[in-house]
């Protein structure tokens, strides 16, 4: 487990890594994964879970713990691992992932994962949960923050848009949105699927504060971090990632190909090498 | 909200005076007694909510129609209008219910089972979360409103969700039990209610446990299985045959899912026929549940009773249980015809 006490940026370069090589490795356990909406969110779930959320792994129903939604429940395999190197459960349990009986399928089921606040899969619900969440926290008398990392095609469900006026409405400041703006969905780029631009805007039209940030950029990341405001009553907080699907292996990166896939033999142990050496500057293909 | 509904809605305010201006005529030999059909389920949910911290209530935009405001004038901190976002209100429900409350949420059936049916199976049984998802107006109680407003589906489609228990309250008294009954129950719950004029069947606030049904009048040659609004017209359907010397045995099956086998077992034993009868489409709902029973039983004669599988007519309720067969004298005729066809 790494403590929080010696968190440095190596060290959240390094626990990135690990989440991408990991959903790597357990990929090839399930025979198909969900690698490159994983890759496009692994530096925000490193700072997020390993500088920056208040939690305890030794306890973790902790009533005033910071609690994390995965609405894209897809990248769980990214949030697996973490929560196993952070002590929540015992990282050899991560071997059986999506075999016959296992706690740990492709989307995450909360009755089966220690130190997941709430099971997801199907798109649009997570915000939804984390507003609950947050009015539980604000009416007990609590200060946790609740956290919702949202696909940005997910936010094409109607029910984002639902949550997203009742955080304003009912000025959960503790409330935060964390939108992977990977900039693909499954059939195609989001812009030509269903445009979300100017999506920051569109949030601060419905009473959010906006921040958006290079989300493979430690340092921008763990800077919006720092900005989120403290107490529980304000404007609700949303912070846009932009990023690149599949960040972090050359061929995957914005390729439409890769949302689910396999990677055998030669191929395997080239990605692997690929993500060991760590993130390479970002190349986009030319325009055809 | 139009302004004909808002109109409804304020005539649920003080509801005994609504009663008296909207008297129910379904039921012929039980007129509902003074203040009966109230809606009490704000009044219920506040009293239960003084001593047990965990309780919450939520509606969508309806709190004056369902009576949650009832709720809200005593306990505001704990109440939430979440406007017309059922969705939103049924997860947001299940957040709060992982933080350790008891979430109340009402609101239309047609909205709350059928609008929201993916958050109550995904957010609230598949995670095991004590959410109370309360469905008012079910049916077709809203009458003309038209089928948008109607919930003949929502038995049908939330008992094959697994980790749901399913319960239609039959009146005010049953309404008080089922909530009682509630704050500690295990998992996710759908309670079903009419539309606040159900006709009494309980004198007092009967002794409840779910999943087991509560037989009100013993019989031999047919049994009645009602649920909810259809109970007063099943007993008083079984008073009317008993006229004419047919022993009818009555038999309230409030929880649809996990359903009481045994009490269908046993009257599939101890009497010559069996007769479900619900406001609700006739595929799906109580009668298919019971009939997924006796289907491992030796063969009796058997009749689904409710509303046929299409649309039904504009029209007021009373109109409609009568065009239907779904008010006592409806009820009365079908029992009669299938007892005739056996003979």
């Known amino acids: ?288 | 909200m139009s302004t004909e509904m808002q109109n409804e809605a304020e005539i649920f305010r003080g509801t005994t005076e609504g009663a008296t201006r909207f008297k129910d005529h379904r039921s012929v030999q039980g007129t509902p007694k003074k203040g009966m059909p109230a809606f009490v389920l704000g009044e219920e949910l506040a009293e239960m909510a003084k001593t047990d911290p965990r309780i919450v209530v939520a509606t969508a935009d309806l709190a004056s129609a369902n009576r949650t405001n009832d709720f809200n004038d005593i306990h505001p901190e704990r109440f939430f209008e979440f406007g017309i976002a059922e969705k939103n209100m049924i997860t947001a429900a299940a957040g709060m219910a992982a933080c350790g409350l008891v979430p109340y949420v009402a609101t239309f059936a047609s909205f709350a089972a059928i609008l929201g049916a993916e958050q109550i199976r995904t957010d609230c049984a598949y995670p095991k979360m004590p959410v109370r998802v309360i469905g008012t107006h079910s049916g077709m109680s809203m009458g003309f409103y038209g089928s948008s407003h109607h919930a003949l589906e929502d038995l049908g489609m939330l008992r094959v969700m697994a980790d749901l228990t399913v319960i239609c309250a039959t009146d005010a008294n049953h309404l008080r039990a089922v909530l009682r009954a509630s704050a500690d129950h295990p998992g996710a719950m759908y309670i079903r209610l009419g539309r606040g004029r159900d006709p009494q069947v309980y004198d007092t606030v009967p002794a409840l446990e779910m999943g087991k049904a509560i037989r009100l009048r013993d019989g031999s040659d047919l049994t009645i299985i009602a649920t909810g609004s259809e109970v007063r017209a099943a007993l008083d359907a079984a008073e009317a045959l008993a006229a004419d010397g047919i022993s009818v045995r009555v038999i309230d099956m409030h929880t649809i899912s996990p359903l009481d086998r045994t009490e269908v077992e046993a009257a599939a034993r101890e009497t010559g026929a069996i007769l479900t009868v619900e406001e609700h489409n006739i595929t799906g709902g109580l009668g298919s549940a019971v009939a997924d029973v006796l289907v491992d039983l030796p063969r009796l004669p058997f009749l689904k009773h409710g509303v046929p599988d299409r649309y039904v007519e504009v029209g007021p309720p009373a109109a409609l249980y009568d065009k239907y067969r779904l008010d006592a004298p409806g009820v009365t005729a079908v029992a009669r015809e299938f007892l005739a066809a056996q003979a």
């Open chain 1, 1 to 288: 487990m790494t403590h929080r006490s010696n968190v440095n940026y190596a060290v959240l370069e390094d626990r990135a890594k690990f989440i991408r090589t990991e959903t790597v490795r357990l990929t090839r356990i399930a025979g198909a994964g969900h690698y490159s909406s994983t890759f496009s969110c692994a530096e925000i779930l490193a700072a997020l879970y390993y500088a920056q959320m208040r939690i305890e792994p030794s306890d973790p129903h902790w009533p005033d713990r910071d609690r994390f939604i995965m609405s894209k429940g897809h990248a769980a395999i990214g949030l697996y691992p973490v929560l196993a190197d952070l002590g929540y459960f015992d990282p050899c349990e991560l071997d059986t992932y999506t075999k016959l009986g296992s706690n740990y399928g492709d989307h995450p089921d909360m009755k089966k994962v220690r130190g997941l606040d709430f099971s997801s899969g199907s798109l649009g619900h997570g915000l939804s949960v984390g507003l609950g969440m947050a009015l539980a926290g604000r009416m007990q008398g609590r200060d946790y923050r609740t956290y919702v990392m949202l696909g940005d095609g997910e936010i094409s469900e109607g029910q984002i848009w639902e949550a997203v006026i009742a955080a304003g409405h009912f000025q959960l400041g503790h409330l935060v949105i964390l939108l992977d703006r990977n900039g693909l969905s499954i059939d195609g780029h989001t812009e030509d699927i269903m445009g979300i631009e100017p999506v920051h805007e569109r949030f601060a039209a419905f009473g959010w504060d906006v921040q958006r940030v290079d989300g493979h950029d430690l340092p921008s990341v763990m800077g919006a971090f720092k900005a989120l405001p403290e107490g529980t009553t304000g404007k609700p907080q949303a912070i846009v990632f932009d990023t690149v699907k599949g960040r972090g292996v050359k061929r995957m990166e914005m390729s439409l190909d890769w949302h689910v896939g396999n990677l055998v033999g030669e191929d395997y142990d080239d990605v692997m090498a690929e993500l060991e050496a760590g993130l390479q500057p970002y190349e986009p293909e030319p325009a055809e």
